[in-house]
């Protein structure tokens, strides 16, 4: 037992695997927490700033729903993929069936954001 001296079963494991999903879902970033931002930073009102965040995200949601990229210079792109229809299968009953073409929504970082993310 002499070799397992000053062994930390917990090293190098996760911190999100000791605790339950809602606080994981707690560690992310929320609407509110950007509202909150705006108004500790700039000094705007709650209510002026949440208005911000709306209509800032509802450009981008109206951008995307026109089949156009958003690119953020210094964050990152958000494109609009096709996909086309697929063969699928239905898990519960192992039914083969035609999955419809629709569309998805990616997201690719930049560069900046991913050397940010990669260095600490």
């Known amino acids: 037992m002499s070799n397992l001296e000053g062994w930390n079963p917990f090293t190098k494991v996760s911190p999100f695997l000791f605790i339950g999903k809602k606080e994981q879902l707690a560690m992310a970033l929320t ?9 500790d930073q700039i000094g705007f009102t709650r209510n002026k700033s949440s208005e911000i965040v709306e209509i800032v995200l509802e450009i981008i949601k109206n951008t995307l729903a026109s089949d156009e990229d958003v690119l953020i210079s210094g964050f990152g792109k958000f494109c609009v993929k096709q996909k086309k229809e697929r063969r699928g299968r239905n898990p519960a009953t ?11 929504v990616t997201f690719h970082c930049s560069g900046k954001l991913r050397n940010r993310i990669n260095s600490g």
Request: glycine share 4%; net charge positive; hydrophobic share 45%.
């Open 94 to 104: 192992g039914e083969d069936l035609m999955l419809a073409p629709r569309k998805v």
């Open 31 to 39: 609407k509110a927490r950007i509202v909150e931002s705006i108004h």
